[in-house]
């Protein structure tokens, strides 16, 4: 096996016989299941920036939790073309069918699936909406990025969305490459019978930069952030429009909740680094400094 950044060891058995594979590690004697929990806090509490791959190790160590692990680990999102429309859209667990990924322009599966599971015609037209909202949305946020919106029906009444942002950017302002990933994950449920609608919000960032300097060196700098909120509304009415504002006045405030609080981590020790400034702090107030490029108010990436 492999050790994390303190040095430790982790040490894998198998024992081909009809009980459940058994896992041990120096002081862990537990069942599949136990493994898991292990394999997950493990991966949680790696480099950020090698959450793609220590997923994928973990998951080839528990082929039949491959599917609990990916809904379990937030990850990175990944870019796919729409032939259909020519537009791109963001993959995830969440229009996720088998190997294939279902786009919110066309509503087609990519790679192709006849079989693939989409929203009722209700949903869909909010789910298009939705995303030609966000898409603006984006443009006047970040400049520059990918958006994607999905619905699925929970029951006959509720429903549950997601809406996912994605920014990078490459050789710019002394960043050699990074990228924002935000995850937010929305559950509708309506009360009629009080006239109330309740909307619970978990936003997830996942931030990774990239630096190469010629006083700092080679710095990576990666992590994420979970937080939730949840909102009770009078239920007015079920129209389209109804539900986008709300949504999408949750993802804003969420958003930016979490860029102040990524922006409060460097402001922490923005006057330590000044005082004691060496060439590896250079490049935390080199990131203080590029953020004041933009709109204070607006919820741009962490590049500025």
């Known amino acids: 096996g492999g050790g994390g950044g303190g040095g430790g060891t982790f040490r894998v058995f198998f024992f081909n016989d009809t009980a459940t594979t058994e896992i041990y590690t120096e002081q862990i004697v537990g069942s599949v299941r136990c493994v898991q929990e292990t394999g997950l806090n493990l991966v949680r509490r790696l480099p950020p920036s090698k959450v793609v791959q220590n997923t994928t190790a973990l998951q080839n160590l528990l082929p039949e939790q491959v599917d609990e692990i990916s809904q379990r680990i937030d990850q990175p999102l990944e870019v796919e073309h729409d032939t259909a429309t020519g537009l791109d859209f963001l993959k995830s667990e969440y229009n996720r069918d088998g190997d294939s990924y279902r786009s919110p322009w066309s509503n087609k599966y990519h790679p192709e699936l006849a079989d693939g599971i989409t929203p009722s015609k209700e949903l869909r037209e909010l789910e298009k909406k939705s995303n030609a909202a966000f898409r603006e ?40 490459e990074g990228s924002w990933d935000a995850i937010n994950i929305l559950d509708v449920t309506k009360d ?3 006239n109330k609608i309740t909307y619970k919000v978990t936003t997830t960032v996942i931030v990774d930069i ?18 939730q909120n949840q909102e009770t509304f009078d239920f007015l009415n079920d129209s389209e429009e109804f539900h986008i ?42 990131l203080l400094e590029k953020k004041k490029g933009k709109d204070e108010g607006r919820p741009v990436s962490y590049t500025h």
Not at 248 to 259: D, S
Request: hydrophobic share 30%.
């Open 210 to 227: 990239n630096i190469n300097h010629s006083e700092a060196g080679t710095v990576n700098v990666a992590g994420n952030f979970t937080r």
């Open 192 to 194: 009629k019978n009080n």
């Open 245 to 286: 504002e709300k949504i999408g006045k949750m993802v804003e405030e969420m958003e930016t909740q979490m860029r102040s609080r990524i922006e409060g981590i460097y402001a922490v020790s923005y006057t330590h680094l000044r005082a004691h400034e060496t060439p590896e702090h250079l490049v935390c107030r080199l």
């Open 137 to 176: 949305y984006v443009k006047l946020y970040y400049d520059t990025g990918i958006s994607s919106v999905y619905f699925w029906e929970k029951d006959e009444e509720n429903f549950a969305c997601c809406v996912l942002i994605k920014k990078t950017i490459q050789g710019q302002k002394g960043v050699q």
